[in-house]
């Protein structure tokens, strides 16, 4: 006796094409377009849908969340310093308190919680997709132009894949250190940024957090894109300064949305230094 319903193999690869073509042709146009599904990628996303934004994240690798799946040096714990681990409350990650102040999770469960709160808040995500330009209308970030992340790994000389574009009201680069937005732009001579700098983890959430901002008229930063972007210190594989520059951005682009100037919105509170 059979257990699983009928379905063909035809069945199965229209139900793929059809349901990822409906949705690919709905967010072709987009509220707000997120490169990078880290954590503050991921928390960005999560805020933002829950605002009723339409929110899309492009992540190039096959799998999200960046460093926050491995933590530190491959032990798959990552730590949090206050305020960071009211995030980790309201995602419903379990934690314990290593000293005054300073918390620490597990990489693989924090992780899938923050996907899944993004998902469930009604972000959409394409995955293995690398960013390849921006959109430039007017002086302004209107959208990005993309690609199979795999199509980079051929030979220039055996393919010519041209890639798509797709449109949005604001772009978010939450590509980490790489800050491959905000390089496109720097590479045309419209920006210009010193890099990051070397651990200082004191230093740089609140830093990351209070830079986290609109660097370009369409284009925001956060987490440690804004390292990057600003030249401020490395974090190492702690994760409170990421969770909530990906708040503050969204704040930030809810306020841009709203045509608030983003400068009215309040700093988070200062993270804990012991």
Known sequence: MAIFSSASEKDVTKAIVSEFAEEFIDYIESDVIIIGGGPSGLYAAKKLAESGVKTLIIESNNYLGGGFWIGGYLMNKLTVRAPGQ????????????????????????????????????????????????????????????????????????????????????????????????????????????????????????DAIVENTQEIFPGLLVTGMAVATAYGQSRMGPTFGGMLVSGERVAEVALGILKNKNSLDIPQKAAFTSK
């Open 86 to 205: 009211k995030i980790l409350d309201e995602i419903g990650v379990p934690y314990s308190e290593f000293k005054e102040g300073l918390y620490v999770a597990d990489g693989p469960h924090a992780c899938s919680k923050l996907i899944a709160s993004a998902c469930d808040a009604g972000a959409k995500i394409i995955n293995m997709t690398k960013f390849d330009d921006v959109v430039l209308r007017d002086d302004k970030v209107s959208g990005v132009v993309i690609n199979w992340t795999p199509v980079s790994a051929l030979p220039r000389a055996i393919t010519c894949v041209d890639p798509v574009a797709i449109e949005s009201k604001l772009v978010i680069d939450a590509t980490g250190h790489d800050a491959v937005v905000v390089n496109s732009l720097e590479e045309r001579g419209l920006l210009e940024t010193p890099g990051y700098q070397p651990m200082w983890v004191e230093k740089s959430e």
